[in-house]
């Protein structure tokens, strides 16, 4: 009980820095501390009830990838079908490294690998989309000048965002290239620390930590492209035009 006290004074000592520096994120910042509460304590309920029965596995990562869809969803404000278009990126990476993983053995069918891994997959995935796409929608919105330039000089609408196309990919893997890079170095990773803990071999857990942090890295930059590539065409109208995403 310590633990969680401690953590909800941090909570509340970022709510107050939030305040004082105005940064309009307080609300969020609370419902996402709150939500990770209740969500984690029911979880930590059904969650023997999940691991013994198959369907339940299955039903419970299709709840995870419906709710990481809903969450990148909302970061792609303005653009048509976001939900959709996200939940397609988030898919396709997620299936990019469970896919494999799952075929090659690396990791068993039963729920009490499955849903584990498979949530670590899609959390990754929903991660890239949600920062490529917000990232991509944000660049387009500021430079529509430049892009309407381009248009102007006959660019095809491809190539006129294909710039902030690519640095938005990019910004979008950052986070999960800087987590490989320096896994053990800055950090033990969730991974590693819950099998030690759980009393696996440290040998063990590093490398069970190493296949899921190698597969992420796979997994993100699927995601983040299909984000991208997918919020381009919703964006992109007749007669090579671009749409300018609204703040919907």
Not at 44 to 58: C, E, Q, Y
Not at 95 to 108: I, W
Not at 225 to 233: E, H, K, M, P, Q
């Amino acid at each position: 009980m310590t633990q969680v006290l401690v953590a909800l004074g941090l909570v509340a000592g970022a709510l107050g820095l939030v305040g004082w520096l105005r940064l309009g994120i307080g609300r969020e910042l609370a419902v996402a501390a709150l939500r990770a509460a209740v969500q984690l304590a029911v979880v930590g309920a059904v969650v023997t009830a999940i691991f013994d029965s198959a369907g339940l596995g299955a039903a419970f990562v299709a709840v995870m990838a419906c709710a990481a869809t809903v969450t990148s969803g909302r970061r792609l404000r303005g653009v048509p079908g976001a939900w959709v278009r996200a939940g397609a990126a988030i898919l396709a990476g997620a299936l990019t490294g469970l896919v494999p993983l799952l075929v090659a053995g690396a990791f068993s069918t039963r729920p009490r690998e499955l849903v584990p891994v498979a949530g670590i997959l899609i959390g990754g995935a929903m991660v890239a989309a949600s920062v490529t796409g917000s990232r991509l929608v944000a660049s387009l919105r500021e430079g529509v000048a430049d892009v309407e330039a381009r248009l102007a000089l006959g660019v095809p609408a491809s190539e006129a965002v294909a710039p902030r196309l690519r640095g938005a990919i990019v910004t979008g893997v950052v986070p999960v290239m800087d987590q490989t890079k320096n896994a053990g170095l800055v950090t033990l990773p969730g991974t590693f620390v819950g099998l030690v803990l759980g009393g696996a071999s440290p040998a063990e857990a590093a490398r069970v930590q190493l296949t899921v942090l190698l597969a992420l890295l796979a997994v993100e930059l699927v995601a983040a492209l299909v984000v991208a590539r997918l919020v381009v065409a919703g964006l992109t109208l007749p007669g090579e035009r671009v749409a300018v995403p609204g703040e919907g």
